[in-house]
């Protein structure tokens, strides 16, 4: 049986009762809710600011992972950590608890920044109060205390603080916001208490509200900020300048005349998130991770947000207009000739990639939002996605990813490891998107891959040079001819034991 040659929509019920069949009937019940085949949309749903709606991606999503079930998801402290603040670059941020989670998330993701490592940027740099079993029985306040202070000394041009809370903090009961306020009145910077404990909800998804919450409660609006506003100030909300991405981002809305006085958390620094409060719009990438501090921002400063995808040139033009309307006819103009000037390089891209690439297949499953941001860049090179699905997403985010994937599109929601393989094995794609852990055993498959969460190491993705970027690692994946040199596992003949011996 082949995805080429039957009904796709068939095909991947059948693979999800297929792979179901190997469970224990109420796993199998359980894990049934999170895997569905894209549906027909509704005529509820045909009206959509977000443009047309192409199918409907109703699956269970945000529910706790089963404790002994192989998940690819972070905890919460990755969350808080590893996205929201770890890239804010001139603060120091301890992991507070054992060494293993701060070993763990260090420099793991490719947040560029300028600035000079260990003077004023502290990103690749690993801080820790590595618990011992004295303090677990003791507590560590009077040791986290001693931290910071050993942290101003060191680093004097720090801006301020953070405090990452690992599991036994919450255990037993360190009174994080305490030392922080104390600190802070004795160093004079910005210390912030983030109650982050990995066991704490679902996923690194309530990290990244948790660390949200902890900006609004700590910092915004606690100095006053010497900016005066202009019309066309935004805020860049939620790029961690994977590969360069943020800058990359903000070159093409100052190019149609707007003005990023923040950019977070790629990049960015205390004084950017303070003053951010003072932005026209706030313009935001990852929906998932900051869509939290946007929505206070809107209630609370009157500041509007929308979302935007610079992945790709049909999202960029899309992306760019729906900006500029929000802003006048000035800023709709030069977002026309920024369009137009960048065109001639989109379809010299096209040109040259898409005749190796057309009509090939793709898996992704990654989180965040790039299960459905990336979409329409694969499509604008002929790629075709035939399943996705999100490692932490809500029914927000599959309800978005209904104006990307058409009907008959596998989707899958915290697939477990077994699963994802059986559906990877099946289908056979030209090339699957996933993260680091999933990159080994995918190529030992014999198929293509890409590291879909830091680029493998490429990058920028984002905007007009992005897609040159993006297009040609694609190519590279696919077209390598390393995967006509060899016979995967199960296409190997059996040879006599004498000549398999030599």
């Not at 809370?165 to 208490?193: M, N, Y």
């Amino acid at each position: 049986m082949s995805l080429d040659n039957e009904n796709p929509t068939a095909f991947n019920e059948k693979l999800i009762a297929d792979v179901l069949s190997a469970y224990p009937d109420k796993f199998a019940k359980r894990r049934r809710k999170h895997l569905t085949v894209a549906k027909p949309p509704t005529d509820a749903n045909a009206d959509s600011s977000e443009g047309e709606v192409l199918s409907e991606c109703d699956v269970k999503s945000n529910v706790k992972s089963i404790p002994g079930v192989m998940t690819i998801r972070g905890c919460a402290y990755a969350g808080s950590k590893g996205v929201v603040w770890g890239p804010v670059k001139d603060m120091v941020h301890i992991s507070h608890g054992p060494v293993g989670c701060g070993q763990y998330s260090w420099s793991q993701r490719r947040n560029y920044y300028t600035g000079t490592t260990g003077i004023d940027s502290f990103v690749t740099m690993q801080f820790t109060s590595d618990f011992q079993e004295r303090d677990i029985v003791f507590g560590g306040d009077k040791k986290l205390g001693k931290i910071i202070d050993e942290i101003d000394t060191l680093f004097p041009l720090s801006r301020g603080l953070t405090v990452q809370s690992e599991c036994p903090i919450g255990l037993i009961g360190d009174d994080i916001e305490a030392v922080a306020k104390k600190k802070s009145k004795d160093i004079g910077k910005t210390i912030v208490p983030v109650r982050c404990e990995g066991f704490r909800g679902v996923s690194q998804s309530l990290g990244h509200h948790i660390a949200n919450d902890a900006i609004r409660d700590w910092v915004l609006d606690k100095k006053e900020v010497a900016h005066e506003p202009g019309p066309y100030d935004v805020n860049v909300i939620g790029d961690y300048n994977i590969g360069g991405d943020g800058w990359a981002s903000r070159l093409l809305l100052e190019e149609i005349g707007l003005q990023v006085i923040a950019n977070w958390s790629g990049d960015a620094t205390l004084a950017e998130i303070e003053r951010a409060p003072k932005a026209k719009m706030n313009l935001i990438h990852c929906y998932r991770s900051m869509n939290y501090i946007c929505r206070h921002m809107e209630e609370k400063h009157g500041v509007a947000w929308m979302e935007y995808n610079f992945f790709g040139p049909t999202q960029i033009a899309a992306s760019l207009r729906a900006i500029a309307k929000h802003f006048g006819p000035e800023i709709e103009e030069k977002a026309e000739q920024v369009i137009a000037k960048y065109q001639p390089l989109v379809d010299a891209i096209v040109a040259k990639y898409r005749p190796r690439l057309e009509g090939k297949t793709v898996m992704l499953y990654v989180g965040g939002l790039r299960p459905r941001h990336m979409i329409t860049a694969y499509d604008d090179l002929g790629l075709k996605i035939v399943g996705t699905g999100y490692e932490f997403g809500h029914s927000d985010d599959y309800q978005r990813t209904g104006h990307y994937v058409r009907e008959g599109t596998l989707i899958y929601d915290d697939v477990t490891g077994y699963e994802l393989e059986s559906f990877i094995e099946r289908i056979r794609p030209d090339l699957v998107g996933s993260g680091i852990k999933e990159k080994y055993p995918v190529q030992k498959m014999g198929i293509p891959f890409r590291q879909m969460h830091s680029w493998d190491y490429s990058g920028p993705y984002h905007g007009y040079d992005g897609f040159a970027i993006f297009a040609r690692d694609m190519d590279l994946a696919i077209n390598n001819p390393v995967w006509s040199l060899f016979d995967p596992p199960w296409r190997e003949k059996e040879k006599p034991v004498l000549q398999a011996a030599e």
